[in-house]
């Protein structure tokens, strides 16, 4: 076991977990084989499991070859786990992933490299698959527009801005520690949670961080491998991801009144947008041409197309289901208390 004084650690890594120790454990050895050219620590935070996850982390101690600490946190969410780790974290750069990944050996460094190069606040970089099963057709194994569904990303052999066409994604982040005392934590009301597939938590806190002054880049040399199990490799589960999509995306606009199209772009003044039973007019009309695409791509024969227009269908429901339950709503939500906390 090592252990690291608080003073001496640069980099802190926080993983979020529920119920899959079993996962856990080879992602623990992934990380065991890092090559950091600093102290590290790892924070596995515990967010209400039932099976043998403190168990694992406890006996995993002994042998790890950096300071590893278990915590618990019983407020359901992954962002509530995130922020308990991240308050807790020693590391003057804190890294965020999961519980199924495999890190490159030089993950650590290539982050503050990134940090240093590009003269930003945060970056992240690519996540590539590894298929639990067989990969459909329909789903690109070379990116595409599917792969955020699963947690996949890679923006090609250059860096670029995180924004606009290119938002980050959690499971592959690094922020020097300022980052959070400057735009706050993860907002809790928005991030994923077991039985939901919520997920604007990264989104809504990169509009934060540009409020903020803040600036993050994507950097191709910081790559983790992310584990795609079989059953997220069917059209079931991608509706399902639209919906919650949705769902998600309609919370962040009762918050910010941003486009639900593409949040980053937004451009219009909502207060002078019409508004059908509070979803804005121009997304009816999306509706409507995404059902003609349907039915169109079907009779051509072009059943990939077909189902790209049914999953912004799903996304619509979604959107509808949460702008009918926040119609009464008539402010922004209020900004959770974990969100603000760190904050100068």
């Known amino acids: 076991?090592?252990?690291?004084?608080?003073?001496?650690?640069?980099?802190?890594?926080?993983?979020?977990?529920?119920?899959?120790?079993?996962?856990?454990?080879?992602?623990?050895?992934?990380?065991?084989?890092?090559?950091?050219?600093?102290?590290?620590?790892?924070?596995?935070?515990?967010?209400?499991?039932?099976?043998?996850?403190?168990?694992?982390?406890?006996?995993?101690?002994d042998t790890f070859p950096a300071?590893?600490?278990?915590?618990?946190e019983s407020n359901v969410g992954r962002s509530s786990a995130l922020n308990t780790g991240i308050r807790a974290a020693n590391g003057k750069i804190i890294a965020t992933t999961d519980d199924d990944v495999r890190v490159?050996?030089?993950?650590?460094?290539?982050?503050?490299?990134?940090?240093?190069?590009?003269?930003?606040?945060?970056?992240?970089?690519?996540?590539?698959?590894?298929?639990?099963?067989a990969?459909?057709?329909?789903?690109?194994?070379?990116?595409?527009?599917?792969?955020?569904?699963?947690?996949?990303?890679?923006?090609?052999?250059?860096p670029v801005e995180f924004g606009n066409r290119y938002p980050p994604l959690g499971v592959n982040l690094a922020f020097r520690k300022h980052a959070f005392e400057r735009a706050g934590l993860w907002d809790s009301k928005i991030g994923r949670k077991a039985g939901t597939l919520l997920g604007q938590e990264v989104r809504e806190w990169g509009m934060r961080a540009r409020e903020a002054g803040l600036r993050g880049m994507y950097v191709p040399g910081m790559v983790v491998h992310h584990v795609i199990p079989q059953d997220r490799l069917n059209k079931r589960y991608f509706r399902r991801w639209f919906y919650w999509h949705g769902v998600s995306r309609a919370m962040l606009y009762q918050q910010r009144k941003i486009d639900m199209l593409a949040p980053e772009e937004t451009g219009l003044d909502f207060?002078?947008?019409?508004?059908?039973?509070?979803?804005?007019?121009?997304?009816?009309?999306?509706?409507?041409?995404?059902?003609?695409?349907?039915l169109g791509a079907k009779l051509a024969g072009k059943s990939g197309e077909s189902f790209d227009h049914e999953l912004w269908?799903?996304?619509?429901?979604?959107?509808?289901?949460?702008?009918?339950?926040?119609?009464?709503?008539?402010?922004?939500?209020?900004e959770s208390s974990d969100v603000s906390e760190l904050r100068t």
């Open 1 to 61: 076991m090592v252990m690291e004084s608080a003073a001496s650690v640069k980099f802190s890594i926080v993983i979020p977990t529920y119920n899959r120790a079993s996962e856990l454990r080879q992602t623990l050895a992934s990380l065991a084989k890092l090559k950091a050219s600093a102290p590290w620590e790892v924070i596995v935070v515990d967010n209400n499991s039932s099976d043998d996850t403190r168990q694992l982390v406890q006996q995993a101690v």
């Open 67 to 72: 300071t590893l600490r278990y915590l618990f």
């Open 313 to 334: 269908v799903w996304f619509f429901l979604g959107m509808f289901r949460q702008r009918w339950k926040d119609r009464h709503l008539t402010g922004p939500q209020s």
């Open 104 to 133: 490159e050996s030089d993950w650590l460094d290539q982050a503050e490299q990134g940090l240093e190069q590009e003269k930003c606040d945060f970056v992240g970089g690519k996540v590539l698959p590894i298929w639990l099963g």
């Open 135 to 158: 990969r459909p057709a329909w789903i690109s194994n070379y990116g595409g527009r599917h792969w955020s569904v699963i947690a996949l990303l890679d923006y090609g052999p250059k």
């Open 271 to 294: 207060s002078k947008v019409p508004h059908i039973l509070g979803v804005p007019r121009y997304m009816y009309r999306k509706l409507l041409r995404s059902a003609g695409g349907i």
